[in-house]
T-cell receptor, first 110, second 114 residues
Framework: QQPVQSPQAVILREGEDAVINCSSS?????VHWYRQKHGEAPVFLMI?????EQKGHDKISASFNEKKQQSSLYLTASQLSYSGTYFC???????????FGTGTRLQVFP | DAGVTQSPTHLIKTRGQQVTLRCSPK?????VSWYQQALGQGPQFIFQ???????QRGNFPDRFSGHQFPNYSSELNVNALLLGDSALYLC?????????????FGPGTRLLVL
C-alpha cells in the first residue's frame, strides 16, 4: 500500500514555512525523504529510523511517529531552491525496499 | 567521488521491441535498485540486486529482468515493450543493509515507447 502524502500541493512565498505529512498503513522501520525537481532524479534529504536516529540535511527537519506510522517534514524559512516535488519513501518489515508516497508539489515564489 | 550514472539518457523504442538500460553505482556501493517513475507519479520499485543476485522484486512482470556484474554495475532489460512502459527509469545505489541505508539516485533514463 502506497503511503499517502498531504497536502498534494503547497505554494509559498520565500521565507514562509511548510509542513509535509506522510502516512502509512503499515508498521514502518524507516522513512526517507527526497526532493525531485522537474526532469531530474530524486535527491536525498534525510532518513528517520525506527528508534529515533536521524541522518541527513542540516536545514530541514522531520519527525517520525512510529506508533502512528506517520512522518512530517518541516521546511522553515523556505528558499526558492526548495521548489520541487517531495516524496517520502518508507521501509516496512525486514527489507530495504522503498515504497514511495504520492508526492507533494512545493512552489516557492519571491 | 562519482555519483550514480545511467545510460542512455533518453531512448525511443516501438512496441514489441526490447531495451537494455545501464547503471553504475556510486563508488563504494554494492547494491543497486531499479525504479520506474511514470509522469506525475512517485518511483515504483522494480527489483534490487546484490552480489549478482536479484534480492527482492516489486510487482512487475517477468518482462522486466536484470543483471548485476562483478563490478556492481547493473542492467535492466525490458522485453516485448508496451506503450505503458514509457517512463523515467531510475537506478539507486546503496550499501547492503537490512533497512535504513541511504539510497542515492542516478539521473535516470527516459524511455518512450511508440
Amino acid at each position: 500500500q502506497q503511503p499517502v502524502q498531504s497536502p498534494q500541493a503547497v505554494i509559498l512565498r520565500e521565507g514562509e514555512d511548510a509542513v509535509i505529512n506522510c502516512s502509512s498503513s503499515k508498521a514502518l522501520y524507516s522513512v526517507h525523504w527526497y526532493r525531485q525537481k522537474h526532469g531530474e532524479a530524486p535527491v536525498f534529504l534525510m532518513i528517520l529510523l525506527k528508534g529515533g536516529e536521524q541522518k541527513g540535511h542540516d536545514k530541514i527537519s522531520a519527525s517520525f511517529n512510529e506508533k502512528k506510522q506517520q512522518s512530517s517534514l518541516y521546511l522553515t524559512a523556505s528558499q526558492l531552491s526548495y521548489s520541487g516535488t517531495y516524496f517520502c519513501g518508507t521501509e516496512s518489515g525486514n527489507t530495504d525496499k522503498l515504497i514511495f508516497g504520492t508526492g507533494t508539489r512545493l512552489q516557492v515564489f519571491p | 567521488d562519482a555519483g550514480v550514472t545511467q545510460s542512455p539518457t533518453h531512448l525511443i523504442k516501438t512496441r514489441g521491441q526490447q531495451v537494455t538500460l545501464r547503471c553504475s553505482p556510486k563508488s563504494g556501493h554494492d547494491t543497486v535498485s531499479w525504479y520506474q517513475q511514470a509522469l506525475g507519479q512517485g518511483p515504483q520499485f522494480i527489483f534490487q540486486y546484490y552480489e549478482e543476485e536479484e534480492r527482492q522484486r516489486g510487482n512487475f512482470p517477468d518482462r522486466f529482468s536484470g543483471h548485476q556484474f562483478p563490478n556492481y554495475s547493473s542492467e535492466l532489460n525490458v522485453n516485448a515493450l508496451l506503450l505503458g512502459d514509457s517512463a523515467l527509469y531510475l537506478c539507486a545505489s546503496s550499501l547492503v543493509q537490512v533497512w535504513g541505508e541511504t539510497q542515492y539516485f542516478g539521473p535516470g533514463t527516459r524511455l518512450l515507447v511508440l
